[in-house]
Nanobody
Framework: VHLVESGGGLVQPGGSLRLSCAASGLTFSGYFMRWYRQTPGKERELVASIDSDGTSPNYADSVKGRFTMSRDNTKNTVYLQMNSLKPEDTAVYYC?????????WGQGTQVTVSA
């Protein structure tokens, strides 16, 4: 199983980025997907989650109204559209695939929000 995140980078405050996570080696449509983020010295934080058919995404309060998570089961990919970015959104962002006792992680993509 491989999860590969992409789309991170350096952006100014107020800007936008779209992260992607491409999955392979699993029956993607059967997996609950999540985005996490982590900064040095802190625990990994759940940012957003989406169920297997793409309905009912959920968001952390810190990103609600600014981030949108979606998935395309035909492309085995989940997305995280991040708008109105703030310096405190700076982190390494990871995607996670979960089904029953199976849990897989990507390698992460760095997002830096700075002027």
């Amino acid at each position: 199983v491989h999860l590969v995140e992409s789309g991170g980078g350096l952006v100014q405050p107020g800007g936008s980025l779209r992260l992607s996570c491409a999955a392979s080696g699993l029956t993607f449509s059967g997996y609950f997907m999540r985005w996490y983020r982590q900064t040095p010295g802190k625990e990994r934080e759940l940012v957003a989650s989406i169920d297997s058919d793409g309905t009912s995404p959920n968001y952390a309060d810190s990103v609600k109204g600014r981030f949108t998570m979606s998935r395309d089961n035909t492309k085995n990919t989940v997305y995280l559209q991040m708008n109105s970015l703030k310096p405190e959104d700076t982190a390494v962002y990871y995607c996670n695939a979960n089904r029953l006792w199976y849990s897989y992680w990507g390698q992460g993509t760095q997002v830096t929000v700075s002027a």
